[in-house]
């Protein structure tokens, strides 16, 4: 398979498993490959590296990967962003692609589908979005997620414009929902 150009990749994911797992498969497709736990590391390693593409995990330690997409394209505004999730959502897609990622992508997904994925041209979102409606758990999820982005992190905040005790929104978080 060609890279069409990219011959480096940042993998940005908080399981350190699979972001080891998936840069030794990349490296192994012949692309250098640098694993980031986190956002503090991605921008680093984004600072030192400066890759042709990011794979951005979408869920980093419970709280949006999205709002990084600014600062990386800040620092490369040509790097080819793919947001992975195994939280895939509508709104979410729409959202990943409106702060400049290239695609979006749902857990779980072959090193075929990522590569594609990174270099195919853009696809309108709802391509890669669940046929199954989701459940009011996930949608709960899902909206509490996109309110947190909206509020930068920000948990009192986000319990204000969600009406909400900030306590019941902290065990919310606490919560992963049900893969569908």
Known sequence: MTTSGIRTVLVVDDDPAFNRILC????????????????SMA?????????????????????????????LREVRADTRILVLT???SITTAVDAIKLGAHQYLAKPADADSIL???TDAVTAPCDTAPVEPMSVDRLEWEHIQRVLA???GNISATARALKMHR??????????????
């Not at 030794?24 to 956002?39: F, M, N, P, V, W």
């Not at 390693?45 to 600062?71: F, H, K, Q």
């Open 86 to 88: 195994g939280y895939a």
């Open 167 to 180: 306590r019941t929104l902290q065990r919310k978080l606490a919560k992963r929902p049900v893969k569908e």
């Open 150 to 152: 909206e509020h930068q």
């Open 116 to 118: 594609r994925a990174l």
């Open 24 to 39: 030794r498969t990349l490296s192994h497709r012949g692309l250098e490959c640098i694993g980031a736990l986190d956002g």
């Open 43 to 71: 921008l680093q390693e984004m600072r030192r590296v400066r890759p042709d593409a990011v794979i951005l995990d979408l869920n980093l330690a419970g709280s949006s990967g999205l709002p990084l997409i600014a600062p």
